[in-house]
């Protein structure tokens, strides 16, 4: 199997050109609602395209949640084809917000599902998660070399739920959540300029100092906008591996739909404060 250049050297030229934005696509009943769209098949394609239509073109990152897409059924799936491969075709990479975990034959199914060149839904890159044990993702990590994509593992998420397993200390004294990003500093272990492999990282958790961020991929952080942290708060929580954040944001762009120029606006708008507070914090 032929693969693309590296998913972290693709990802590094992409945050530096166009800024280190990822744009959530996330069609929920409500924000369909509030872009006057049915909550149906018709709906979620004009809301899909809109999106695409009006920043695929300018920031580094899509990442649609694939959930969204799959409660219509296989037309709902159909149309997260159409999402992903017209967002690429533009020039955004395309995270795919699926969270994937399993075990052996199955977690590789996944991974061809989203990872493989020939797959329907293939993608840049692959969210999932590692808590049957980080070893179980190793055929998801295994194909995104081969091809060239990334993953982005769950390791300090923002839920509040999220730390009865991610903070719980191990018998080696490491939290799990520590122990995630060990692995992925593994797996980046002399790649350049970024490795392929990164975690998942709320950026609503405040001081993170005790926690080795900075493990050769990148991190992408959700949480700026609507979930209450801001571009400004960025250096501080991530410290000496804020340039390798790639902040995501959903409703905070989203809401200001239909209107594409609106959507392209905010969009611009978040870009140039992340660029700030990376470069400047």
């Known amino acids: 199997m032929t693969g693309l250049e590296p998913f972290g050297a693709r990802l590094r030229r992409a945050m530096d050109e166009r ?31 809109t999106v695409v239509e009006a920043v695929a073109d300018r920031v580094a990152v899509l990442k649609p949640q694939s959930a969204f897409f799959e409660r219509f059924g296989s037309r709902g799936v159909a149309v997260l084809e159409r999402t992903v491969q017209e967002a ?23 991974a061809e599902s989203f990872l493989h060149k020939d797959a329907p ?16 993702l190793s055929p998801a990590v295994a194909l995104a070399r081969e091809t060239g994509t990334g993953l982005f593992v769950l390791a300090l998420t923002s839920n509040p739920e999220g730390g009865e397993v991610q ?10 959540g520590a122990t995630m990003l060990g692995h992925l500093a593994a797996e980046n272990a ?14 609503t958790l405040g001081d993170l100092s005790s926690y080795e961020l900075d493990m050769g991929g990148p991190i992408l ?16 929580v991530f410290g000496g591996a804020v340039r390798n954040v790639v902040p995501s944001v959903s409703r905070g762009v989203l809401r200001h739909g239909p209107d594409a120029v609106a959507l392209r606006d905010a969009a611009e708008r978040f870009a140039d404060g992340i660029r700030t507070a990376v470069t400047t914090g």
């Open 19 to 49: 800024g280190p934005l990822c744009v959530g696509i996330d069609p929920h009943a409500s924000l369909l609602a509030e872009w006057g769209l049915n909550d149906d098949v018709g709906g979620l394609e004009r809301f899909s395209r």
């Open 167 to 176: 903070h719980a200390v191990r018998a080696d004294g490491r939290s799990v």
């Open 88 to 110: 690429r075709a533009a020039g955004a990479l395309v995270l795919m917000d699926a969270k994937r975990g399993d075990i052996g034959s199955t977690m590789a199914a996944y």
């Open 221 to 236: 952080a959700p949480g700026i906008g609507a979930q209450g942290a801001t571009a400004a708060d960025l250096p501080a």
């Open 121 to 136: 839904l293939f993608s840049d890159a692959l969210t999932v998660s590692p808590y049957l044990g980080y070893g179980s």
């Open 190 to 203: 002399g790649e350049e300029p970024l490795g392929s492999f990164g975690a998942v990282v709320g950026a």
